[in-house]
């Protein structure tokens, strides 16, 4: 029913700039959070920055003043501009979204993940 699909990881050296991004599409009502989350090996998936649909954000303390979550809600898109970045914070970057179906409930839909690596 909901896709999410991410771009613009890959391969960045240390002190670079990223920018993901994260398209939802199929079939609903709206979407309510968005956010994104990063998993390296061997550690659990861990909040890298949300944001409301109305706009207020949260980060996660490893990311604040590098990282900025931005969305357009026409486009059912959300983004991650990963500034300064650093080898710790390769991982698997997953896009989430709180999406509200046409019944009215609320479903949790992840994607697929997009790799960041950093290294010189």
């Known amino acids: 029913q909901v896709q999410l699909v991410e771009s613009g990881g890959g391969l960045v050296q240390p002190g670079g700039s990223l920018r993901l991004s994260c398209a939802a599409s199929?079939?609903?009502?709206?979407?309510?959070?968005m956010g994104w989350y990063r998993q390296a090996p061997g550690k659990q998936r861990e909040l890298v920055a949300s944001?409301?649909?109305?706009?207020?954000?949260n980060y996660g303390d490893s990311v604040k003043g590098r990282f900025t979550i931005s969305r357009d809600n026409a486009k059912n898109t959300v983004y991650l501009q990963m500034n300064s970045l650093n080898p710790e914070d390769t991982a698997v970057y997953y896009c989430?979204?709180?999406?509200?179906?046409?019944?009215?409930?609320?479903?949790?839909?992840w994607g697929q993940g997009t790799q960041v690596t950093v290294s010189s």
């Open positions: 199929g079939i609903f009502f709206s979407i309510n959070a």
């Open positions: 944001i409301t649909d109305g706009g207020t954000s």
């Open positions: 989430n979204a709180a999406v509200r179906l046409i019944s009215r409930s609320i479903i949790s839909s």
